[in-house]
Nanobody, 121 residues
Framework: VQLQASGGGLVQAGVSLRLSCVAS????????MGWFRQAPGKEREFVAL????????RYAESVKGRFTTSRDNAKNTVYLQMNSLKPEDTAVYYC???????????????WGQGTLVTVSS
């Protein structure tokens, strides 16, 4: 599985940004697509996930109500819509794929290269 994340950038607090993750290499019907982020000096943390087949989702408490993940099966793409961005959302955002509905980074064997999101106050 190859994953390509994009859509990051420098934005002001309060605005929205949408990240994309294009998947290729194999059929992802039974996979879970996760979003993680890593801020400077901090460990990688779970943000959101979505199951490719039925679209079940789960969110970290810190982003619940602000971030939404979705998928487009025809485009083999998952999205992370980020609204009401805060400076503490600043991080490199990664998409990842796993067969397990888990929030632990170690359970995801496939990772994209990451895209930087910087939110200024």
């Amino acid at each position: 599985v190859q994953l390509q994340a994009s859509g990051g950038g420098l934005v002001q607090a309060g605005v929205s940004l949408r990240l994309s993750c294009v998947a290729s290499g194999r059929t992802l019907t039974n996979y879970i697509m996760g979003w993680f982020r890593q801020a400077p000096g901090k460990e990688r943390e779970f943000v959101a996930l979505i199951s490719w087949n039925v679209g079940s989702t789960r969110y970290a408490e810190s982003v619940k109500g602000r971030f939404t993940t979705s998928r487009d099966n025809a485009k083999n793409t998952v999205y992370l819509q980020m609204n009401s961005l805060k400076p503490e959302d600043t991080a490199v955002y990664y998409c990842a794929a796993s067969r397990d509905f888990l929030v632990i980074p170690g359970s995801y064997p496939y990772w994209g290269q990451g895209t930087l999101v910087t939110v200024s106050s």
